[in-house]
């Protein structure tokens, strides 16, 4: 049996990328200590939306995230690669679910560039073809969404269930299935139950 053949009858599993598979958070702390080296950076931060941390500097923030090239210039979120490859050995079939940043009009591309920088040369081009970009989460089919956002609009009508990516911000949400980090021992054990 080909591994191709084992990938396109896996169950689905679905998996954001912003705060999951790329690290967010780390560049634009990258960007604001060289554009505003005057503006203190915070260690952690509680919000979903990283201008909410900022709320003086707000705009400058959300500037960042809209820069071109930033999307292109994120850096892996630890163990990422490791992660997709253990839900692979897991016999899951991981695809990519991530929403767009509207006020950004390079970040569908720049996402399809750095899965094609970071996940091609490891995983093959299967992995950008396909990524699913869109804001429209719910309407993907899957047995699982991986995902940092505590609150999925709406959820209640997708095929998914969704399986909380932790960060500081989204430690309040209690209640649903959370995955500590890709080396989390507990993935399996997590993710088996959503098998119909």
Known sequence: MSQDFFIDTAPIILVDMDGVLADFDQEVKNRLAIKHPDIPILDTRENFYISDDYPKHSLKIRAISDEQGFFESLPLIEDALEGWQRLLDLKFHPIICSAPIRSNPYSKIEKLNWLKKHFVPVFGERVVD???????????????????????MNSDAASWKHIIFDQPYNRDKIGQPRIIGWQDKNLSDILKPAVK
């Open 130 to 152: 396909q990524a699913i970009i869109t804001s429209d989460k719910h309407l993907s089919d899957g047995i699982v969404l991986i995902d940092d956002r505590p609150e999925i």
